[in-house]
């Protein structure tokens, strides 16, 4: 069974897709040492609790997320709606901290912003399934974008 989407399930207390979480619950995957100057941790090695799933978006790129062997195993297709909110999130984290212009990381996250699931890369889901895919909702994320 799944857990609880929550920042609680991690030390980072983060609730979007982080290095060595589960992309949807946020439970932690790996054993940490330290962090990085940018506050990313380093990732000393998976736990084994953890699975990685191969996704296809919406531009025909590849993306693979981790997620914990129990959201991997309950996984439908309504969880990829959740599963986007979760990265496009952590991607905005990403580009908060970088050493950008606000021009650069506001257009960058305008472009990222319309990336979606449109099917499993590494188990293609049948049509019916790829009809319950929704996309995700911009508005839950506290996204910043340019015009």
């Known amino acids: ?9 991690n030390q980072f207390k983060v609730d979007y897709d982080f290095p060595g979480l589960c992309a949807i619950c946020h439970v932690e995957v790996a054993e940490f040492n330290g962090s990085h100057p ?4 380093i990732i000393k090695s998976l736990k084994g609790n953890m699975t990685e ?6 531009d025909n790129s590849k993306m693979t997320v981790i997620l914990c062997n129990h959201c991997h195993a309950d996984f439908k297709p309504e ?9 496009i999130s952590g991607w905005q984290a ?4 970088l050493d950008w212009t606000e021009e650069k990381k506001l ?8 990336k979606e699931v449109i099917d499993r890369a590494d188990f293609p889901m049948s ?3 790829k009809a319950k895919i929704q996309k995700p909702n911009l ?3 506290k996204l910043k974008v340019g015009k």
Do not use: C, F, Q
């Open 1 to 9: 069974m799944k857990k609880t989407p929550s920042k609680d399930n």
């Open 79 to 87: 969880d990829m709606k959740p599963l986007m909110e979760s990265v």
């Open 38 to 41: 940018n506050g990313r941790p």
């Open 127 to 129: 049509e019916d399934d």
């Open 53 to 58: 799933m191969k996704v296809e978006l919406n």
């Open 107 to 114: 257009d960058h996250m305008d472009r990222y912003s319309k």
């Open 94 to 97: 990403e580009v908060n901290i």
């Open 139 to 141: 508005d839950k994320i």
